[in-house]
């Protein structure tokens, strides 16, 4: 893995299964395209900071009639210095992530950089769960014993994206419809009455 600084800039496009967010990741050693669930958290816009990539690839795709191919790199963590969040300029249609096929690529090794980045938060301690309306249960399905009762102390939460693109969209969709905002600077999201006290 290398640790690069560099601006990137996130827009949403409009896929056959939704919205999804696609990234371009301009640094010293290159300028690569992003396409991670992590980023469908991120409102449009530019984000300065650094990068921990752990693999770069070609890849291609056939698409509205044309082949596209380009530089990819996938990002195990980000490490932001400021967001300048604001609407992206209007894109073509590009095909889901999820559609294309699975592409293996060249994983980068090197040195990483310590940083000053904030820890992973913690997850509460395990406590005995009551679940009672079917709401609950729901929730609880959804967001898995870890999560679950760090959502329901309304606690700020990390979301990780390695639990599919479909499950990770719906975990954030939840988290927003109970008043839940996405801070990119942590990588966590808030709730009002708790902003401000990562765990």
């Given amino acids: ?8 800039s996130i827009k949403h496009v409009h896929g056959s299964r939704g919205v999804f967010a696609v990234g371009d990741l301009v640094t ?18 530019k984000y300065q900071g650094r990068f921990l990539i752990s693999n770069i690839s070609p890849s291609s795709y056939f698409f ?13 963590d980000i490490f932001l210095d400021q967001a300048d969040e604001g609407p992206a300029e209007p894109t073509p249609v590009e095909p889901d992530p999820v559609d294309e096929p699975v592409a293996v690529g060249l994983a980068v090794e090197a040195p990483v ?30 967001l898995g014993i870890e999560l679950y009762p760090v959502f329901a102390a309304r606690a700020p939460i990390r979301l990780l994206p390695e639990v599919g693109r479909e499950q990770f969209t719906r975990q954030r969709l939840r988290l927003k ?3 839940y905002t996405f801070d990119p600077l942590t990588k966590t999201w808030q709730c009002p009455a708790t902003a401000g006290t990562v765990q």
């Fill in 113 to 142: 950089e310590s940083s000053s980045a904030p820890s992973e938060p913690v997850a509460l301690p395990p406590i005995e769960l009551e679940l009672v309306t079917d709401a609950e249960k729901q929730d609880y399905e959804l």
């Fill in 177 to 179: 419809e109970v008043g």
């Fill in 1 to 8: 893995m290398i640790q690069v600084p560099g601006t990137l």
């Fill in 64 to 76: 509205g009639g044309k082949v596209v191919i380009e530089v990819r790199a996938w990002l195990a």
């Fill in 28 to 45: 010293d050693v290159g300028e690569f395209k992003i396409k991670d669930p992590l980023l469908d958290q991120f409102e449009e816009g």
